[in-house]
């Protein structure tokens, strides 16, 4: 073997080994998007909080062709709820964004846009996640708390994004799988409560499509229902503030 060719393979190495941690760091905590690592490893991060207790929140608006109909109903039904808004839609429906906050929800951070985290983009990461943030904040008079990545893909660079912006990562424990096309309510009823195996979780329901198809439809229609039995059993429904999730993503619960 000549001298040089153990030195020229090592250099040829080093690049493809450094994209490989690259891709690791980016693609590994991605991995919290399943369940049971979730509920098993990261419990607060599945917003797992007090046992006496259900958040009740929502992605993807505001929209003004179905957010109010979630605020009418939330206020008929006397519950607050926590909104994972998107940054250019806040921009668009300021007011709307207002309403929420008026009514006494609670607004967080859902990213600037709907975007899948194919590629590893840290720089761009942290600026959407700060712009959307500081969007909230401008909104609501105060910082947001919550961090939830669309999608739920967690990556390396959307944590880093967060924790830069003060914001604590919540994913969910329940979701009512309202997004789908053909979701009826009843069948979105049926998939949050067998999810939530009792107090303590964390619900995630849409209250805008953006696909168009106005499949936010079921989600809003199983609201009662869901509210109403989860009160039967003596369970408070609410936001994520006062949820109990501590600050350090470990642990169950805060008293």
Sequence with gaps: MHPGQPKAALALGAPAAAAALVAAAHVVPAGTWLPGLRRACLPALAGLGHPDRVALTFDDGPDPGSTPYFLELLDELSVHATFFVLGESLLRHPGLG??????????????????????????????????????????????????????????GGRWAAARRCGLRPVLWSAWGRDWEPDATPGEVLAT?????????????????????RRSWRAALAMLPELVGGLRAEGMAVGPLAGHGLPPDGRGRFRR
Excluded at 105 to 129: F, I, N, Y
Excluded at 140 to 146: F, K, M, S, V, Y
Excluded at 197 to 211: E, F, P
């Design 98 to 155: 207002r309403d929420i906050v008026r009514r006494g929800h609670e607004l967080a951070v859902h990213g600037w846009t709907h975007s899948r985290p194919w590629a590893p983009t840290p720089g761009r990461d942290l600026r959407e996640v700060s712009a959307a943030a500081e969007a909230v904040r401008r909104t609501a008079g105060t910082r947001p708390l919550w961090y939830r990545p669309p999608y739920g893909i967690l990556t």
């Design 192 to 212: 949050v409560r067998g999810q939530l195996r009792g107090g303590g979780g964390t619900v995630l329901l849409h209250d805008a499509d953006l696909s168009g």
